[in-house]
């Protein structure tokens, strides 16, 4: 959904606020105010691709993460589709296990959506995800471990 | 009655209850008792792209139990975003921005369906203080709050702090917020005649290992417990252990890392991320005093479960802890390691002066979790009294 003028300049003080104090402790966001506001309104499962089709490298892949899994690309995604087109980044982004967990749908997308292997592979694991003994056993893996196991579901 | 929807997708997925998750499980062990309400706890299910209701008499009694059998909540009864009546209440009081369904996409459905929206917004850390949190954490909390400020009907909050920060926002913008309200937290957790059988003999020789200072709650960036490793490390040795009880957060290698250096660590220091209620309540009344630098704090519940206990208290000098602890707590500058080893040390120093600060703390009573949903109850009545905005 687009964001009427009311709604894009709420989201937009609150970004910026937030934006400014990072700043002030010399960090930063990893996306711009355009690209978070592009992302808002998103249904859960199913995803308009047509409101990101302008969209090019980098802030595509933000603005596809933001929408699909809620977080920002790592410095691992990033550097994994640095100089890929919007049909590189699209299937990158559907072969994550996530996408498939999630059973998540791009419609209206000029490109492939199906999952790979991996994907479909890790989607009937899908009940694992959110099995709190699973989650609770995870977190007693050291640290290493668990890092490794997020990144598989990331 | 009140139709009340509480979405509770991450308790059913949740692996620790404290802070937020830990207020929600309170409220709903009292809220379900109220004849007032009929309270109808939902969890997002992706495969069918909708809600599931939970079934309320089991969940309720996981709040209280928390015996991992949560597949034994879910019922097969769904309900589509289309599906919530008009009139009926949406009480966001979990940690919803972390879930699938962004607050910007539903929040405008159930405004359309004429469902008034009342988010219980505990703190705005994650826009205010960005810099301790997970950055997609604080866009996903900037997609919560600014669908608050939009769309809801009424806004709870814990603390005049958290009010005045909300305040300050909507200076900035083109809207006016909906009212909000203050729901002051129980600080009631306390068992009458704890059972120190269900101490680990770890704890009580920590507890005996010589005088302590206690800090509690999840060992994360804006709690700043390098404070109080560097008050340790330059200061307190020697004479004053410490003691951090809390499960172990993100972005916390470098503290974890100085910290188990340290070659007092396990003899002088400790750190214990599994404690249990009872051993908690034994470390507070074993202590010497529960020192909380905290940069910022939705509420600082250990203040009051220190409170209770006739615990002193010495806090990071800043105003929600200021509201929390009153004239019953002593305040050291944020950050100030030298100041607090100073404070800490007047006091071991002068009986007198610590005895004194003991008497400032009888006799606080703290208000109750029976009242926190006595405000609630009242809050959403008021809000059911009205015409949807």
């Not at chain 1, 966001?29 to 808002?40: D, M, V, Y």
């Not at chain 2, 074993?286 to 519940?301: D, K, Q, R, T």
Request: charged content about 25%; hydrophobic content about 40%; aromatic content about 10%.
């Amino acid at each position: 959904m687009i964001l009427n003028e009311r709604e894009a300049n709420v989201y937009a003080c609150l970004f910026s606020h937030a934006d400014n104090e990072l700043k002030r402790n010399r960090q930063f966001f990893g996306c711009e105010e355009n690209i978070f506001l592009r992302s808002l309104s998103a249904s859960p499962k199913n995803t308009d691709y047509t409101q990101f089709a302008d969209l090019q490298g980098e802030a595509l892949l933000e603005c596809l993460f933001l929408v699909l899994f809620q977080r920002l690309p790592s410095e691992k995604d990033r550097k994994k589709c640095a100089g890929k087109d919007a049909e590189g980044i699209v299937k990158y982004v559907v072969n994550k296990p996530s996408f498939s967990v999630r059973g998540m749908q791009i419609d209206n997308c000029p490109y492939s959506t199906k999952p790979g292997l991996k994907g479909r592979i890790f989607s009937s694991l899908a009940v694992g995800m959110n099995s709190p003994s699973l989650r609770r056993f995870a977190k007693k893996m050291p640290r290493g471990i668990q890092n490794a196991i997020r990144g598989i579901f990331a | 009655m009140i139709k009340v929807y509480t979405d509770v997708s991450m308790i059913m997925i949740g692996t620790s209850f404290t802070g937020i998750p830990r207020v929600v499980m309170e409220l709903v062990k009292r809220l379900d008792k109220r004849s007032e309400l009929d309270l109808v706890f939902i969890e997002y299910d992706s495969q069918s792209d909708a809600y599931r209701i939970l079934d309320r008499n089991l969940f309720v009694s996981f709040c209280t139990t928390k015996t991992d059998k949560r597949n034994d909540i879910r019922t097969d009864e769904f309900l589509s975003f289309d599906d919530f009546e008009k009139d009926s209440i949406f009480f966001d009081c979990d940690t919803v921005w972390k879930t699938r369904v962004k607050r910007s996409f539903l929040y405008p459905l159930l405004k359309k369906k004429g469902v008034k929206i009342v988010p219980f917004i505990q703190d705005i850390i994650g826009i205010d203080y960005p810099q301790f949190c997970d950055k997609s954490d604080v866009l996903n909390f900037i997609d919560f709050i600014g669908a608050s400020f939009l769309y809801s009907d009424k806004i709870l909050v814990t603390s005049q702090t958290t009010k005045n920060a909300l305040l300050a926002h909507e200076k900035n913008m083109e809207v006016s917020l909906p009212e909000i309200g203050i729901v002051p937290l129980g600080g009631d957790f306390l068992k009458k005649n704890e059972d120190t059988s269900n101490v680990s003999e770890k704890i009580k020789e920590i507890a005996s290992a010589g005088k302590y200072i206690l800090m509690v709650g999840t060992v994360e960036p804006r709690k700043n417990h390098k404070l109080l490793l560097e008050c340790f490390q330059k200061h307190l040795r020697g004479w004053m252990n410490v003691v951090v009880a809390g499960y172990s957060g993100q972005g916390m290698n470098e503290f974890f890392e100085k910290l188990t250096k340290d070659p007092d660590y396990g003899k002088k220091i400790w750190h214990i991320d599994n404690a249990t209620d009872s051993e908690i309540d034994y470390l507070y009344k074993n202590c010497f005093a529960m020192v909380f630098p905290s940069y910022i704090e939705g509420y600082g519940l250990p203040i009051i479960e220190s409170l209770v206990r006739d615990v002193p208290v010495i806090a990071a000098d800043n105003e929600i802890n200021r509201e929390i602890g009153g004239e019953r707590a002593l305040y050291f500058p944020q950050d100030n390691s030298v100041i607090l080893a100073n404070m800490l040390f007047s006091l071991v120093n002068s009986p007198k002066e610590y005895n004194e600060l003991k008497e400032r703390i009888k006799g606080f009573v703290p208000k109750t979790w029976d009242e926190t949903s006595d405000c609630v109850i009242k809050e959403l009545t008021e809000v059911n009294g009205k015409t949807a905005l």
